[in-house]
């Protein structure tokens, strides 16, 4: 470039000499040198231009120059040829360049002063750099890039690029429909169900249940296959999984139709394994969500999605199994992990009640006879079974009650939890005494959550069963004791299926029956059992406070009142459980101050699944009892929610 500029100059420095210098010369040799000096000043003058011009010249003569122009209008021209639309937009939006692609697919019949934002319905400051945006315009999809410019005077530009990826997402969205699924079907207690059936009947059933299956395949272009009495494999694309899914699965509602003998009609358990990498690990998460939805109770079907599992019905009440096989074969295998441990701690779920504290006693009491140590954790001062630990500590010594702080301290690796009337992580007495202790074992009857212990060595689960006191009272028939535990824990185990069959009321079966007769047996005394079920005249007249303020919707009872008092949790079980002796209503609403947030305790007479209700709210539990916890909320807006939940939940019964 040097070299350019310097021949530049030269040859205009000859040009000077040869238009200037050499005339003057020849002028002075004619006229005399006299008249050189006259005539000096003009030639300077002539020169002086003569470099104006060449400068100006020269600059507009250089490479860079004509260089710079043929690659702006290159640039131009490129980008207005360009197959990808691109517009360049300012900061309010408004549009001032765009290419010929963009004007035909995003201008058609738009008036040419459209802001950025009418035009797309997106505000342009929301672009980021190096950050990609979906947008879906006219049918098509584009995936937006943008890139911004700071102009000389700070002000930004952005220049917009639109990549229509319509074909890439219909064939991302054809693979993931047309990606099959494993779907395992099992009838709910065949066998207890079959039990007195006659071989007609079995025959007839069998073939209606075929004929339902086939007609829920139809259309689908998969499979089903028989592989048991009760249970059947099938395998289907994706998009009609979603369509099954949509309508709730409406052959949970067709099995309900089919009737054994003229009494007795069948439910199914549906688990969904999709997203599987392969078939085989499809069918593994069929495996787990059947699981699933066996634990909650049947009568539904579970799908396990990315972000968690999705139940669809779940209506009718479970079905009890009468075998006490798993009963005994459990029991024996507890025993031996008892006896191969060094301390046992047996614990239940926050706020425990007569059910949890009754179940805890009752395992400890029976460690007791064996000669292990056992205690029970328990925070104290939480407890709503006070008077239930004060009636044990005073007929024995033997069984501790410790704070979580000092188990937690005392626990080791050859030490045993067993977890009893909860399987989810969240409400543990004491998160981190599991944590802890490596060898857990779980004993629940509520219809499994989503975020329950996965590690238990020994996972006894039972969503059939009236309470965890029940449970508890079947396994210690099993255990080899020299002799029965004493009557005060009896009393416990039978306090606890008190509490949750509402005086032998709610959710009783044979089982449940059998067990209380056991206990009675053993030195069960009822009315010892009643007096632990007593109240104070304060408390009474609390309880008869929140029923007063109920509000009748649609056959549910909703109380909602600012409680102060540090037996709120129990009363608002109490006076959940009394709304249901209203005439006309079918389920119970307590909502309470709970902390900084709101609680609510649900219950129901079988026909309203209270737990549906409040695993809308976040919460859980059984059938006809349940709770949810809504922390950061008000009175007025958690009620405000829970109606929303209960209009969808009662659309969704009419639809059904």
């Given at each position: 470039m040097k070299r350019n500029k310097a021949a530049f100059f030269l040859i205009l420095s000859v040009l000077m000499l040869f238009g200037t210098g050499i005339p003057f010369v020849i002028y002075a040799a004619i006229n005399g040198w006299n008249g050189f000096a006259f005539s000096l000043m003009p030639a300077i003058i002539f020169s002086i231009i003569m470099l104006v011009f060449g400068i100006g010249v020269q600059d507009k003569l250089a490479p860079g120059h004509f260089m710079n122009e043929a690659v702006q209008e290159l640039v131009g021209m490129s980008m207005r040829r360009l197959s990808v639309p691109v517009v360049l937009t300012e900061e309010n939006g408004r549009i001032f360049?765009?290419?010929?692609?963009?004007?035909?697919?995003?201008?058609?019949?738009?008036?040419?002063?459209?802001?950025?934002?009418?035009l797309l319905c997106m505000n342009v400051n929301t672009l980021m750099d190096g950050h990609d945006m979906m947008l879906e315009h006219q049918g098509r999809k584009y995936r937006v890039h943008s890139e911004t410019i700071r102009m000389n005077d700070s002000k930004k530009v952005y220049a917009v690029q639109f990549v229509e990826i319509t074909d890439q997402v219909r064939l991302q969205n054809e693979l993931r429909e047309s990606r099959p699924c494993v779907m395992l079907m099992v009838i709910d207690g065949y066998d207890d169900v079959m039990q007195y059936a006659k071989e007609s009947e079995k025959a007839q059933v069998s073939a209606e249940v075929e004929v339902l299956l086939e007609n829920f395949?139809?259309?689908?272009?998969?499979?089903?296959?028989?592989?048991?009495?009760?249970?059947?494999?099938?395998?289907?694309?994706?998009?009609?999984?979603?369509?099954?899914?949509?309508?709730?699965?409406?052959?949970?509602?067709?099995?309900?139709?089919?009737?054994?003998?003229?009494?007795?009609?069948?439910?199914?358990?549906?688990?969904?394994?999709?997203?599987?990498?392969?078939?085989?690990?499809?069918?593994?998460?069929?495996?787990?969500?059947?699981?699933?939805?066996?634990?909650?109770?049947?009568?539904?079907?579970?799908?396990?999605?990315?972000?968690?599992?999705?139940?669809?019905?779940?209506?009718s009440k479970g079905v009890e199994k009468r075998s006490k096989a798993m009963i005994r074969s459990m029991a024996l295998a507890l025993q031996e992990m008892i006896e191969n441990s060094e301390h046992i701690y047996v614990m239940g779920h926050r706020f425990g009640d007569l059910d949890a504290i009754g179940a805890a006693c009752g395992m400890a009491g029976a460690i007791a006879l064996m000669g292990k140590p056992a205690s029970v954790v328990v925070r104290r001062q939480s407890c709503l079974a006070g008077n239930l630990i004060d009636r044990i500590k005073s007929c024995d010594n033997l069984l501790r009650f410790i704070e979580p702080e000092q188990a937690v301290m005392q626990a080791n690796e050859k030490s045993l939890l067993i977890v009893v009337d909860t399987h989810n992580k969240d409400i543990l007495e004491s998160f981190?005494?599991?944590?802890?202790?490596?060898?857990?074992?779980?004993?629940?009857?509520?219809?499994?959550?989503?975020?329950?212990?996965?590690?238990?060595?020994?996972?006894?689960?039972?969503?059939?069963?009236?309470?965890?006191?029940?449970?508890?009272?079947?396994?210690?028939?099993?255990?080899?004791?020299?002799?029965?535990?004493?009557?005060?824990?009896?009393?416990?185990?039978?306090?606890?299926?008190?509490?949750d069959t509402k005086n032998f009321v709610m959710r009783t079966g044979v089982r449940t029956f059998e067990a209380a007769a056991y206990l009675r047996r053993i030195g069960a005394d009822t009315i010892q059992v009643k007096s632990l079920f007593s109240d104070t005249i304060s408390m009474y007249q609390m309880r008869s406070q929140i029923v007063a303020h109920a509000e009748i919707f649609k056959n549910n009872a909703i109380s909602a009142v600012k409680l102060q008092n540090s037996s709120c949790r129990l009363l608002a079980a109490q006076a959940a459980d009394e709304l249901l002796s209203i005439q006309g209503v079918?389920?119970?609403f307590v909502l309470y101050l709970d902390g900084n947030?709101?609680?609510?305790?649900?219950?129901?007479?079988?026909?309203?699944?209270?737990?549906?209700?409040?695993?809308?709210?976040?919460?859980?539990?059984?059938?006809?009892?349940?709770?949810?916890?809504?922390?950061?909320?008000?009175?007025?807006?958690?009620?405000?929610?829970?109606?929303?939940?209960?209009?969808?939940?009662?659309?969704d019964r009419y639809r059904n």
């Open positions: 360049w765009y290419n010929d692609k963009f004007k035909g697919q995003f201008l058609q019949g738009r008036r040419k002063n459209t802001t950025f934002q009418e395949m139809a259309g689908t272009k998969g499979v089903v296959r028989k592989i048991d009495n009760d249970q059947f494999y099938a395998v289907m694309e994706t998009r009609y999984l979603y369509s099954a899914m949509n309508k709730r699965f409406p052959i949970l509602d067709e099995a309900r139709k089919i009737c054994v003998a003229g009494r007795i009609r069948i439910t199914f358990s549906i688990g969904v394994g999709i997203g599987g990498t392969s078939l085989e690990e499809s069918e593994k998460i069929a495996r787990q969500s059947l699981d699933m939805a066996l634990g909650r109770g049947g009568d539904q079907a579970a799908v396990k999605m990315e972000n968690g599992f999705n139940f669809y019905g779940g209506e981190e005494l599991y944590q802890k202790v490596h060898n857990v074992v779980v004993i629940d009857h509520h219809r499994k959550n989503v975020n329950y212990i996965e590690n238990a060595a020994l996972f006894h689960h039972e969503p059939y069963a009236s309470s965890a006191s029940e449970m508890v009272t079947e396994l210690i028939q099993y255990f080899r004791l020299e002799k029965d535990i004493p009557a005060a824990y009896a009393d416990a185990l039978l306090a606890g299926i008190t509490l079918e389920a119970s947030g709101v609680s609510i305790s649900a219950r129901s007479l079988g026909k309203v699944n209270v737990q549906l209700i409040m695993e809308a709210l976040g919460g859980g539990g059984h059938q006809t009892m349940a709770a949810a916890q809504l922390p950061s909320a008000t009175l007025q807006d958690t009620k405000e929610r829970l109606l929303q939940v209960l209009e969808t939940y009662e659309a």
